[in-house]
């Protein structure tokens, strides 16, 4: 393996959505959830209908999405009905 190719797989380990192109298609994981975090979940569950699978997968593409979003500069603002006032949302 030549040194270029050994240092982006390892910046690849260490940022796995950095290549679309090489990531896989599903994974198998067990996680370990707090009672806050099953609350969550069935709660989500409740409101969308999706099973456990798609609200733990969508909740994990939003986060992400999140979470790249809060690196840049801007901010978030959300309104409650079309009619009210705009308010900061902070990530922490």
Known sequence: MTDSRASSEAQDAKDPGRRADTAPTSDRVTVNLT?????ALQRLQYLTGYNKTDCINRALIIAGEIEEMSREPGAFYWRETPDSDLMLVRFV
């Open 35 to 39: 009672g806050k975090a099953v609350q």
